[in-house]
């Protein structure tokens, strides 16, 4: 079963950096999506960051430029580096891989979460 382990989060103070990592058990290279999602403690997940296979970004209007998605196929990992933190930016982070399997079968895969927590 593919599976999506993430890795990258901990603890760092306002301003600080991080880089999420979302390493894939199978190939990504005809992925349809890489996105990024977020979940402060008793909300909703929210959108953070979509990448297109064409390297087309979109980002919700809380990142302000502070974050970028990117990927590696050759290596079936995405990342997501996330500069300027903001202790608003505390959350468990989720990657989510959209695409199309070889036998053409749709998936979408979800990691397990890694949790920021930014500091003041």
């Known amino acids: 079963q593919e599976q999506l382990v993430e890795s990258g989060g901990g603890l760092v103070q306002a301003g600080g950096s991080l880089r999420l990592s979302c390493a894939s058990s199978?190939?990504?290279?005809?992925?349809?999506?890489i996105n990024w999602y977020r979940q402060e403690p008793g909300k909703q997940r929210h959108f953070v960051a979509t990448?297109?296979?064409?390297?087309?970004?979109r980002y919700a209007d809380f990142v302000e430029g502070r974050f970028t998605v990117t990927r590696d196929t050759t290596n079936n990992i995405a990342y997501l580096q996330m500069n300027s933190l903001r202790p608003e930016d505390t959350a468990v982070y989720y990657c989510?891989?959209?695409?199309?399997?070889?036998?053409?079968?749709?998936?979408?895969?979800w990691g397990q979460g890694t949790r920021v927590t930014v500091s003041s």
């Open positions: 989510n891989i959209e695409g199309r399997k070889a036998t053409g079968q749709e998936y979408s895969n």
């Open positions: 199978m190939s990504i290279i005809s992925f349809r999506a």
């Open positions: 990448l297109s296979p064409g390297g087309n970004a």
